[in-house]
């Protein structure tokens, strides 16, 4: 199920049209994320030649660099016996996949040893390396610019900046040098017209204090010119040290100091494309302090929320699928998960109700012309058109119910939340009403009578994708709501004979995603390091499995034949947390304070992670834990407290915790995931006040979905099945 979720997305993600896509940089190295040493690079030498390595990878330099916090650092020695070679990758991000056309490559470089330059050549996709291209500059101690005109490579196949993945740097001759040290910054492909000079002063909107971290912003850039603006902060008002860059898509920056009871003022610059600044703004200060347990709660899910608030597309006030990431293109699912965290801020008051109810009425509006195939939405869409985009391949070009479901259990709560009498909240109520009834569950059976509900329909190839879902995972709602519906309903027969199939069809597709027989009959009944397992196959699963559903839907109120489903998920969590205290494979930082293994970003690609050594390759997300919050509060809080305090530096940004980290492998991802930041925002309240939980069971179609569900439960029971 999700293992397939990622195939299609393996398969298909190169088959993208290119649409109106808002086109990135193509940046090959700008900053590290990590201190140490650079996991987009690898270096060799053979001979007497060497070249400075950590591991086999460049060494980050955090006191020299062009752009604040760091810089590679190239050292080594040439011979005449051997060579050298340092190569630098581009780092792959999810959804930046249009590129602004370039004309060169630019890179900066900083010379401290009057030295033997090295040459630099360009990797293609097919590893195959370009002719080399001698770097001549003379001037030591200052940040010198090179450029390499893209025209210059003569070499077949290369006519846009993605066709090159890496640069090389290699010895130039043969012959005997010294120790030389080079550091390198912001190789990126640029377009030939230069930018104009920016006139513009930036100007600090706010500064804010918290615990070891100062959030400031400014308005929206809304000047081209504008490459990226840089932070700057000190400490005694009269000196400033550069602490960050920020991209210009972005009006606000997470500045990690480490400290807390401290006082610093900010002033920031914009850049051009050509690294040249404007005049600082006016400093503004701000103070870290010391923060409760409760007031850290709402640090975190502020931030989180802000993804779904500041960072949501513009035209349809929803869920971008990743940031950074696709602009235009919105996440259905992440969009409802998105309208819960958005309840959460109105709530806590991140927000005031009016601006919320502003941004209801936005996507509402825009839901209500959206593509939809038998009332049910695709999977990713265009936020400007409402149309469906094929991102993860030309199949799945229809609806998807399952991302549909997770949609609709966000609006079913947002309707419940806004009960107001005056005509604002009562246009948002009536409108997710008529989405609601539109949706044709029934439809998805394929064929009357049919056990199962399909995960996909596409218009023009209908059940090509062919997913039948089946559990335990993520999908529970999805069979919930189709009971539920008032107007397409399926027979809670289904619950049964779909979601908990017992026949040969479910024990195989749960045998087969899970690679063991454990489960496989829906119920479990084994014990995992001590924990008894009612429902669930392998030893539980990836984590998401128990926050997806389960983010208004009170699993408190589900009981079937089989178990409760809250109990059942704590213990999922429990399982996950005793997994990664045992550490089985030996994985740097795991333990009680760093656990939960889910479905996130990896330094080699995303992947759903579970408990089990097949399934765990070393990174933690920290939506693992953090949205486990009601079913191990305490052992939750111990995770969110060292990911904050401990890893801040690289894990903590503008939008909260950074989508996962790999100590072992020194990487933490750069992106923010539209699926796993409401989650933490969502699922804390429920701990904290059972806000979610609370209003969506208040809703009448959903007590009568689950008064369906216990007929059901009690019928199949009295008949001894
Ligand atoms: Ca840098």
Redesign the pocket.
Known sequence: MFRSRLLICFLFLFLFSRAQEYEYTYSIF??SAMSGDYFFSKTSSSGNSSVKNINGKLPVSETL???????LELTYENSKTGNWKATIYRQEKRGLDHFAPAAFLSFWIFITTPCELPTVQFMLKDSSLTSTFKINITKRFDWQRVIIPLASIKYPGVTQPEDIIAIVFTQRNKSESEENSIYI??IEMLPAKKSEKIIELPVINSATGYAKHVDITWDRVTNKNIHLVQIYRSEDGKSYQAVGIQQNYINRFADFTGETGKKYEYRITFLDSQYRHTDLSKPVCASTKPMTDDELLTMVQEACFRYYWEGAELNSGLARENIAGRRNMIATGASGFGIMALIVGTERKFITREESVDRFIKIVNFLEKAETFHGVYPHFMDGTTGKVVTFFGKRDNGADLVETSFLLQGLLAARQYFSREDSREKLIREKITAIWEKAEWDWFRQYPDSKFLYWHWSPDQGWIINHNLIGWNETMVTYLLAIASPTYAVPASMYYSGWANQDSTGQKYRSNWGQTKDGSMYTNGKTYFGIKLDIGVSNGGPLFFTHYSYMAYDPHSITDKYTNYFTNNQNIAKINYQYCVENPKHFKGYGENAWGLTASDGPFDYSADEPVPWGDCGKIAPTGAISSFPYTPEESMKALKNYYYNYGKFLWGEYGFRDAFDLTNNWCSEIYMGLNQAPMVVMIENYRTGLLWKTFMQIPEIQNGLKKLEQESKQIKDQGK
Do not use: V
Not at 65 to 71: E, Q
């Open positions: 700008s900053n660099f062009h752009t604040p916090g760091n810089s910054d912001d």
